[in-house]
Structures are given as C-alpha cells and as structure tokens.
C-alpha cells in the first residue's frame, strides 16, 4: 500500500493533479497518512486471515474500530486525514488476506466475497463509528455531506443503510470511495488496464500516467482533448515530446483552474493491487 500510494502520487507528469514536480504539501500527506497506519493495516491483514482460516469469527465492530483508530492515528501523525486513500487501502488489506488469492484479476469473485463479508453489515453502531470518527478528525465536510444527502442516525437504526451505502454516499463526492463499489466492481477493470499498459510501456510510471488519463480524460476540456491524444500517440514520458506536451497539458489545467486531485486516492488503490498482482515497478 505504501508503494503504490508512493508511486501514484509522485509519477510525473499527471496533468492536473499531484506529481513530483507540482510541489505541492498535500502530495507528502498523502503518502505520509499511508505510512502512519501500516499497523492497522498488518491489524487488518492477520484478522482477515484468522477469520478465513477459522480461528475466529468476523466482528464487523472490529474491524470498524480498527478503521477509526487508523484514522485517529493518522491526524495525530500528520494533522491531515485522507479517508477516501486510507479507508480503502484497509478494507482492501482485510479483503486480500481472507480470499486468500494469488491473483485478484484471476479470481475476480472470491476477492469480492472477502469485500462484500464486511460492506454488507447493516448495524448502525458499526456504521457509526466511522462516521463518528470521521468528525473527530475534524472532517467535518465529509459529515456535512452525509447528513446533506439524508444519511441520517434514524434510517441507519431502522436497518435502512448498509456499510457500502457510507461508503458510496461519500463516493459520490470523494472518488477514492468509489474503489469500494462491488457492483459496478470497476476496480478489477482498472487493475486489468494498468497491468497492460506496464506490458506496453514497460515502466510503471508510463503506465500510471496512462490510466490516470483513462480516468480523467471525459472530464478534461473539450479545448485540450487534443492533448491528451497526442501524449498518447507520442508515448507519454518515454519521449521528449511526450513529455512536452503532458507539461504543456497540465500547464493548460492550471491556467484554467482545472484540478483532479481528488482522483490520487482512487488511482493510489489501483496501482497498490496491481503491484499485488506483480506489476514490476522497474
């Protein structure tokens, strides 16, 4: 998780969000909350395991509190909290150790068993204590725009929200939620499309760049489409004018006031699960 965060957030160039040469605080805090959680990922990883083999029976309250500790831990470390990076990254860590799968573009469903074990729970104490955690590290706007959205302590004590409900409420407005989405399952798509394009590019850095356009590219401006196309026909960073003309994109972006930062989470969780599945970071 912590390479993939890594390598995400600083591959360059990614017009209009984070790179290594945006120099910018939050692309350090990024990588920083990643790294102030790896015990409850561990946490996560050998409770998954242990509930797979079984050892013990899964405690959705366990794994709720682990996820409010971390993010806990996370603001005391760095004083800035991602939850759309670091509440996937641990679902992610539970889900990858109960399957148990070598590959998850191999055996898509089991992997998505693991995920929906703990999406489905409907107990709103569960629920709670990440939206509650959620205001003690001082999101506030991430609980501002659940109740705005009607995601109230009534419908959730009347049985009427599921964890995955949370989750795709705030995905609707923080992307990196959206990793968590098993019905659409976009997640396996994504992982499928970076893993070829490191084939083709055979470096990882191309290759993020590559499908962090795949992501972005119905939203960038009609006016720069043009760009875009072109930095794929000219290779990305693997020539100079590729290069160019990925500068003179995000340069573009900039003058327009146009961000994609908010797709760093999503892409971050991408490139964690391909380098699971072997992706050489060469």
């Given amino acids: 998780m912590v390479e993939g965060t890594h390598l995400a957030v600083y591959a360059s160039i990614k017009p209009g969000c984070y790179h290594r040469f945006s120099f910018d605080a939050q692309a350090r805090t990024l990588v920083s909350n990643t790294i102030s959680i790896i015990e409850h990922l561990y946490k ?73 074990l703990v999406l489905e729970t409907d107990k709103w104490s569960d629920i709670r204590l990440i939206i509650d955690a959620l205001k003690s590290v001082y999101r506030n706007d991430m609980y501002d725009h659940l109740v705005s959205t009607g995601f109230t302590q009534l419908g959730g004590v009347m049985g009427n929200y599921r964890l995955r409900d949370l989750f795709r409420t705030l995905g609707s407005r923080w992307i990196g939620f959206n990793i968590l989405d098993t019905i659409e399952f976009r997640l396996v798509e994504n992982v499928a499309k970076f893993v070829k394009y490191v084939k083709e590019y055979r470096n990882i850095e191309n290759a993020i760049i590559a499908i962090y356009l795949d992501l972005i590219r119905n939203r960038v401006p009609k006016e720069l489409e043009t760009l875009v196309e072109k930095a794929y026909i000219h290779g990305l960073m693997s020539t100079r004018e590729g290069a160019r003309t990925l500068y003179e994109l995000d340069q573009s972006l900039k003058k327009n006031n146009v961000s994609f930062n908010e797709y760093i989470e999503y892409l971050s969780n991408i490139v964690s699960i391909a380098i699971y599945e072997g992706a050489s970071i060469t």
């Fill in 44 to 116: 996560l990883s050998e409770y998954g395991e242990k509930v797979r083999k079984g050892e013990t029976a899964l405690s959705h309250n366990y794994v709720s509190q682990t996820i409010a500790r971390a993010l806990r831990d996370a603001y005391r470390t760095c004083g800035y909290v991602h939850p759309s990076l670091l509440i996937p990254q641990l679902m992610l860590s539970f889900a990858l150790s109960h399957s148990n799968v070598d590959s998850v573009l191999q055996k898509p469903v089991v992997f998505k068993k693991s995920l929906d």
